[in-house]
C-alpha cells in the first residue's frame, strides 16, 4: 500500500488523556503533569492522601535508636534479634590442613582404563582421560602427607580416614558388622511386665520402650545409626520424650512381637543367635583391630576425603580438585607415567605443541606403492583428505572393509571423534589443524617470464578490428 493511500488519524481527541496506571492513582494520588509530594520516612503517613498529610512542622521526629535496632535485626521490617539468639552466619572455613596433596589415579580405575585402550584401537586425548578421572572422585587417589608430624587414622576395607581413632572405630563397627554378620529377623512373644511409662521419639513419634526394658538402650543406639546419623547420643537422648498412657504401652507391646538377632557368617543352622550388643562386642575383640591402620602417607579416595568427618581434610581435598581441574597437570603426568609402563604409544597432533594422544597400538606409515589397489585407495584419500569421516572415506562396504582393516592394524589414525588422519609425524586434527588451514596464506605467484620481443603489429583492417574484442572477452572468462 502507497503512503499516499494510508488514511490519516486524527489524534486531537487523545491531547488531554491520562495515561498514569490506576495503582498510581489510588496509592500515591500522583497523575502526569503533577509532582509527587514529599514523603516521610517511617512516619506511618505513606499511604495517607496528599490533602491529609502533617506539614512539615507536625512530622513525627526521627527515630533513630529504633533505626538502629531495625538494623541490627538484619534490615528494614525485620524483627530484631533478642539477647542470647544465635544469629545466622555463613559456614567458617576451618584451619588449612598443613600437608602436601598429591593427585594419582585411582588403581582399579586405571586397570579399567588400560584394559579399554589394549583392546580398541582408537586414540584418546590424553587429557580427555584426565577429566576422565577428575569429574569422578572415587576414581581418584590422593596422597597426602603431614608436615606438622601429625597422623592419621585409616579403615583397611574402604579408606574411610580421620585424624581422630574413635571415627574410624565408629565407622568400622557400624558401617562393615555386616561383612562378618547375618542379620535376622525373628518372631518373640510380647514384653512382660509392668511398665508405668513408654519413651517416644520426639522426632519421627516412634515408640522406643519403657527406659527400663534390657532392650531400650539397643532400641535408641540403633535409632541413631539408621535415622540420625549425624547425631549425638545426648542431643537425641534429650528429644526423647515420655508417655504415661496405658494406651500407648499396650500399642509398643504389641508393636514389640519382632526382633533382629545376627549370626557368624558361615554358622551352621545350630548356631547360637547373638543380638546387636553381642555382635558389635565380639566384632570389637576379634575383627576390629585387624581393620584399623595408622599409614605414614595418607592413601585416600577423593570420595572419601569428602566423607570425612574431619573438615580440614575435606577442604585439602576440594581445593586439590578444583586446582587441577583448572590445570591437569599432576593427573596427565601421573597417566604418561603409567600407560608408558604399560607400552602405550604416544604422539601429538597438527605440531609438537598440538594435543596429545594415547593409544593402544603402534602406528605405522602405509606403503601405498607395494599395496593393493583397494587399500592404497582408501589410504590415499585420507593423506589427501585428513580428518574425515567414515562415511566420507568409506561411503561403501568393501571400502569399509579396506579401512577397518587400515585403523586395526596402525595404518592410519583413528580418532575417537570418528575421524581418520594418515599416519605422520604429527597427524592432523580437528578444529585446530583446520584453523591452520584457514589461516595459511596463499602460495606466493611466480615471477612471470619476460615477455619475447613483440613483432611489429601488422596494419590494421577491418577484420582484425571486429575480431579483437572477441578475443578479450574469451581471456577475461578463461
Excluded at 544469629?87 to 598429591?102: I, S
Excluded at 527400663?212 to 539408621?226: S, Y
Aim: proline share 8%; hydrophobic share 35%; aromatic share 8%.
Amino acid at each position: 500500500m502507497d503512503k499516499e493511500d494510508t488514511p490519516q488519524l486524527d489524534l486531537s481527541s487523545l491531547a488531554n488523556l491520562d495515561l498514569t496506571p490506576a495503582w498510581a492513582k489510588k496509592d500515591a494520588g500522583v497523575t502526569v503533569g503533577k509532582t509527587r509530594p514529599e514523603r516521610g520516612f517511617g512516619d506511618g503517613n505513606e499511604n495517607r492522601k496528599p490533602a491529609d498529610r502533617k506539614g512539615p512542622g507536625e512530622r513525627k521526629p526521627f527515630d533513630r535508636k529504633g533505626f538502629g535496632d531495625q538494623r541490627q535485626g538484619g534490615g528494614f521490617g525485620r524483627k530484631p534479634f533478642e539477647r542470647g539468639e544465635r544469629r545466622p552466619r555463613f559456614e567458617d572455613r576451618p584451619k588449612p590442613l598443613d600437608a602436601e596433596v598429591k593427585i594419582l589415579p585411582e588403581t582399579k580405575a586405571l586397570g579399567t582404563i588400560i584394559r579399554k585402550l589394549q583392546q580398541d584401537f582408537h586414540a584418546y586425548k590424553l587429557k580427555d582421560l584426565a577429566y576422565f578421572f577428575l569429574d569422578n572422585p572415587e576414581s581418584i587417589l590422593l596422597k597426602i602427607t603431614t608436615k606438622d608430624g601429625s597422623k592419621f587414622h585409616q579403615c583397611k576395607a574402604c579408606g574411610f580416614a580421620s585424624s581422630r581413632q574413635d571415627d574410624v572405630v565408629e565407622h568400622i563397627v557400624s558401617a562393615h558388622l555386616g561383612d562378618y554378620y547375618d542379620a535376622k529377623e525373628i518372631e518373640c512373644e510380647p514384653p512382660k511386665g509392668n511398665f508405668s511409662c513408654v519413651a517416644k521419639c520426639g522426632l519421627s513419634g516412634v515408640l522406643l520402650g519403657p527406659p527400663n526394658h534390657h532392650d531400650f538402650n539397643a532400641t535408641v543406639k540403633e535409632m541413631i545409626r539408621t535415622r540420625y546419623p549425624n547425631m549425638s547420643e545426648s542431643d537425641y537422648r534429650s528429644r526423647i520424650e515420655m508417655v504415661r498412657d496405658a494406651d500407648a504401652i499396650e500399642e509398643w507391646r504389641k508393636g514389640a512381637v519382632k526382633k533382629t538377632v545376627f549370626f557368624a557368617k558361615g554358622a551352621g543352622e545350630g548356631a547360637e543367635p547373638r543380638t546387636r550388643e553381642q555382635a558389635e562386642a565380639e566384632f570389637r575383640r576379634n575383627v576390629l583391630a585387624s581393620m584399623l591402620d595408622e599409614p605414614k602417607n595418607l592413601m585416600i579416595t577423593a570420595d572419601q576425603a569428602m566423607k570425612s568427618p574431619l573438615r580440614p581434610l575435606q577442604w585439602a581435598a576440594k581445593d586439590a580438585l578444583e586446582a587441577e581441574r583448572r590445570a591437569p597437570y599432576n593427573m596427565c603426568f601421573a597417566l604418561r607415567g603409567a600407560f608408558h609402563h604399560r607400552k602405550m604409544h604416544f604422539f601429538r597432533a597438527n605440531d609438537a605443541r598440538g594435543p596429545e594422544f594415547v593409544t593402544g597400538i603402534e602406528l605405522k606409515e602405509f606403503d601405498t606403492a607395494h599395496a593393493i589397489p583397494e587399500l592404497a585407495k582408501v589410504a590415499n584419500f585420507i593423506a589427501e583428505n585428513p580428518c574425515q569421516p567414515k562415511q566420507v572415506v568409506a561411503p561403501d562396504a568393501e571400502s569399509e572393509k579396506q579401512l577397518m582393516w587400515l585403523a586395526t592394524t596402525g595404518h592410519v589414525v583413528a580418532f575417537t571423534n570418528g575421524v581418520f588422519s594418515a599416519v605422520e609425524k604429527f597427524p592432523k586434527y580437528g578444529p585446530q589443524w583446520q584453523k591452520k588451514v584457514g589461516k595459511k596464506e596463499p602460495e606466493e605467484a611466480k615471477p612471470a617470464e619476460e615477455p619475447a620481443p613483440a613483432a611489429e603489429p601488422a596494419p590494421a583492417t577491418e577484420e582484425t578490428k571486429k575480431e579483437e574484442p572477441k578475443d578479450e572477452t574469451a581471456a577475461e572468462l578463461a
